[in-house]
């Protein structure tokens, strides 16, 4: 064995297996991966094996498709035979809310590239006739799904990885690993040991064990999972015979089943709602090729539906019953990428989809170690987005969740409720007595909207407007008619300090650092000039204070940390909820500030972008003129253990003007009005600054900074798309985000976001388009839940076009 490396890969399944071959593919030969047994000897063995493109997060498709149509590359490079099945795919709707759902998902496909149709339950019933049609309302037709063979995908990959100039180690136990000074690794086996550059866990059931060999507690958890093989049924032998091919993979949401064709029988597998964790603190190491007990009992209503469903199968009988583990992360997807801190180790963990997603994980970690950069828009695969918050009993509860819902309808506006409250702030039994309707972020609880007195303060889930309309339209009158108050708490915070922080600020970010008592806006940008971060920049003199999105925090921190130089004089300090605030927003703020603060806080005094530390009654405060409404506005910033009185002194300062708490729906609806992007929606890796609109915040002139290059070569050629703001012809539902935008019977762009304009009485939509049709003469339509919608694009915000409100 060898006792040197460039990359260490542990774990031998699928994913482990992908990230060294994408590797090898990179132009990095001298990688191995070390397997303690056999390789596919954790899940990826006993997986189904059911291949599609689609996903729930719009981002996941193309690592989805990239990683289906790898699969004949695989078999090409290798010699092995992966039993690649593309049969197409059905999913079957037994509802009209469940057709609702499959209209978004079939709309985002036309921007997507996927090949999808809404059909009849009658024309799916000719496509897969062992169902019973009069039992669902329609379903979809998906062209590019189907199944392949586990074992060979896994043998394919190392294989493949091999021929490039991997090297392949099984029968061998990783038992501890140590960092050395130089950041380099030492990878203890029973074998020897082995000094790497990098290590990457892609330990699969055991992600856990081996996060734990470097001090991470990793948010996975494992759940037992049945599927069934029937006996023959003579209908699918009726099927091959007239139509000379195999049936197509289903997936039946009622029923929470999914299916496809195996040896003359059906495989017949389920999300059940008796669901059972798996060794669910520790997964032990003498755990093998095997498979668990069989518990038929716990599947036995989905089945029952399924035989109900589908009638062909009620006197088939079961042939086989598979039960084995397999891995979680809370919200589903995997967790991905470099780790806080962690010089050199990199995760390719909770990759509960395999088979659909490991050649896109490898292909994105791969792009990461030797670029520095994974390439592509990541982030619902990033690892960054747990925080420590993410404990071992937050992560049951959600992945028990997950794993319950998979067959269930997500509906845009829903908030899920296992694990919570974990994370509140001060206020949150205030806001509890005021009737707020809770939602979380980050694991932080944090407002929607506060209910009227004396109903329930619960909010409908739909795909059209809810309940919530005509009281968040009430909490943003509020605001542009007099004053509201928002809690900021939930924004990420970071203090800058030393003799050097200044010229790392101006370094990392694209904006020139403002002068002390000053704001200003600036991006961040990857060495791509691809949109990384956005955020405001408070110089306080000695100090700075960096603002962003809260749930970005880690992610920001990671990166932070790793263009710190060794000898560079500068410390960065995420504060967390260390530092708490409320925002008033409103033409009477003003006055309502001027009541209690110790300073003058007029016009001149205080002007637009400016920051200063101030009393705010008895209460210590740093005051910044700005708010995210694009009204007048301010934050004020102060310990949390002054939270509670400072929201009291501002609410006894503001009765006299009407001061009432808004929450997140209102702000997020004001701020579509003045066409304010944000974090993870509008701004993404996958946006350049000008597509953005960000270019004013972009100073090219100013010197050297990370992504530079990029910025300048998209300046001087021009974005090829833009983000505009469309007012939108809607019904009684709006855009959310993810809708395709038609252009002369073409899809041409996509929503990043949207919703109802409650100040200006319209429904709004920020999207993308060419640049070469961002123009208000153009005719756009929007497709919302199977319906396009007459849009026009606004050439300035829909209110206070010229910014006099929030300058005055």
Sequence with gaps: MKSEAQVVVIGGGVVGCSVLYHLTKAGWTDVMLVERLE??????????????????????????????????????????????????????????????????????????????????????????????????????????????????????YARAAEVGGATVVRNTMVESLSQRADGTWDVRTNRGDIHTEHVVNAGGLWGREVGRMVGLELPLLAMAHQYIVTGPVPAVAEYRQSKGKELPTVVDFGGEIYMREESGGILLGTYEQDHKPWSPRATPWSFGSELLPPEIDRIAP??????????????????????????????????????????????????????????????????????????????????????????????????????????????????????????????????????????????????????????????????????????????CAVVRNGVGMVEISGFAKYRVTGQDAASWLDRILTNRIPPPGRIALSPMLNHRGRLIGDFTVANLGDHFIVFGSGPAEDYHMRWFLSRIPSNAGVEVMPLGQSMAGLSIAGPASRDVLAAVASQDVGPEALRFMDIRTMDVGAIPALVGRLTYTGDLGYEVWVGPECLRGLHELLADAGKEYGIRDFGLRALDSLRLEKGFGSWAREYRPIYGPAEAGLSRFVALDKGDFVGRAGARRESEQGPSRRLVTMVVDAADADAVGDEPVWHGGEVVGWVTSGGYAHTVGCSVALAYVPSELADPRQRFEIEILGSRRKATRQPAPLFDPHGIRMRG
């Excluded at 291949?51 to 092995?80: A, K, M």
């Excluded at 036309?110 to 339950?121: F, K, P």
């Excluded at 919570?420 to 707020?436: E, F, I, V």
């Excluded at 809770?438 to 619960?458: H, I, K, N, R, T």
Aim: with cysteine; hydrophobic share 45%.
């Design 302 to 475: 989905e089945l029952e539906a399924g035989f109900t469903h589908f009638p062909a199968l009620a006197d088939a009988g079961i042939r086989n019953i598979v039960h084995g583990p397999f891995v979680f992360a809370p919200d589903g997807n995997p967790c991905i990428g470099p780790v806080k801190g962690i010089r050199n180790f990199w995760l390719a963990v909770g990759v509960m989809a395999g088979f659909c997603q490991a050649g896109g994980v490898g292909l994105a970690l791969a792009n990461w170690m030797t670029e520095g950069d994974p390439g592509l828009d990541v982030w619902a695969m990033d690892a960054a987005r747990f925080g420590d918050w993410a404990t071992v009993a937050y992560t049951n509860a959600k992945v028990r969740e997950n794993y319950s819902r998979r067959f269930k309808i997500a509906f845009p506006n829903e908030e899920l409720p296992a694990a919570r409250p974990l994370r509140t702030t001060p206020l949150y039994d205030r806001y509890t007595r005021a009737n707020a309707v809770w939602g979380a972020s980050f694991g932080l609880e944090v407002p929607l909207w506060f209910q009227d007195p004396g109903s329930e303060p619960v909010e409908k889930v739909t795909f059209r407007r809810s309940n919530a309309f005509p009281v968040v339209a009430a909490e």
């Design 39 to 156: 390789l596919a000897a954790g899940s990826s063995w006993h997986a189904a094996g059911g291949i599609h493109t689609h996903n729930g997060n719009v981002y996941l498709v193309d690592l989805q498709r990239y990683t289906v149509e790898l699969y004949p590359e695989l078999e090409r490079v290798s010699g092995q035979d992966c039993g690649i099945h593309l049969t197409g795919g059905l999913q079957l709707a037994d509802s009209p809310a469940w057709m609702d759902w499959l209209k978004t998902v079939h709309a985002r496909g036309r921007y997507l590239g996927m090949d999808t149709e809404l059909i009849s339950a009658r024309e799916a019933a000719e496509i897969f006739p062992l169902m019973d049609p009069s039992l669902f309302v329609g379903a979809m037709w998906d062209r590019h799904e189907g199944h392949v063979d586990p074992s060979g995908v896994v043998r394919a």
